[in-house]
């Protein structure tokens, strides 16, 4: 995804991607919570942490994530994001994170395309074989960039709010660091959640 930068301070811009609307499910978007600022994110982002081995959880038939208190705290979630519509947002800090090729939401099955028949008036061919990100709320629909003296921030805004019926099942962030054609080994990172409608970091 392309991302581009002025110089503002603290300001959101919208990266130059087509925004998709409101999932058309009836009560996807009801938002029964909090509803965050960015600049309320950023004001909770904590220093990082002392690196050390994190410790792991929710394995079994899928790789484990590392633990909600174990992601790193330049890794934040917000179930509401004003600047997202109220939608469900990722928010990336850091050298480390930002810029990364990609990153979604997944279910306790290790899905991040849902709803199964697709969001937005997305074919099955959209949906299932291109998997889309406006077809899957799970997925990212835009990125806000958040730029300062040091550029140390993005906002990921995902297709439906965190209190949604649709994010029910949400459970861990899968981020790719690095996408590698014709490869199985792309460098990925799993973060477990605390639960789709309570904020991490």
Known sequence: MKRIYTAVTLTVITCMLSYVGNVT???????????????EILAERKTPREKRKPR????????????????PTLVQYRPAVKECGGD?????????YMDIYSVVVRDVENKDRWPAQGANGCTPYETNVL???????FKVQKILGIENETRD?????????GYS??????SRITAKFKDIP???ADPLAR???AGPATPLN
């Open 56 to 71: 792991m959880c929710r394995g079994g038939a899928f790789k484990p994530c590392a633990c909600p208190k174990d992601v």
């Open 131 to 137: 998997g889309l990100n406006k077809c899957s709320v």
């Open 182 to 184: 014709n490869s199985n």
């Open 25 to 39: 499910q009836a009560g996807a978007q009801e938002v029964t919570g909090k509803v965050w600022t960015v600049e």
């Open 153 to 161: 921030a993005e906002v990921h805004c995902l297709g439906a709010s």
């Open 165 to 170: 019926p649709l994010f029910k099942r949400v």
């Open 88 to 96: 469900a947002a990722i928010v990336l800090s850091g050298a480390k």
């Open 191 to 193: 973060w477990c959640l």
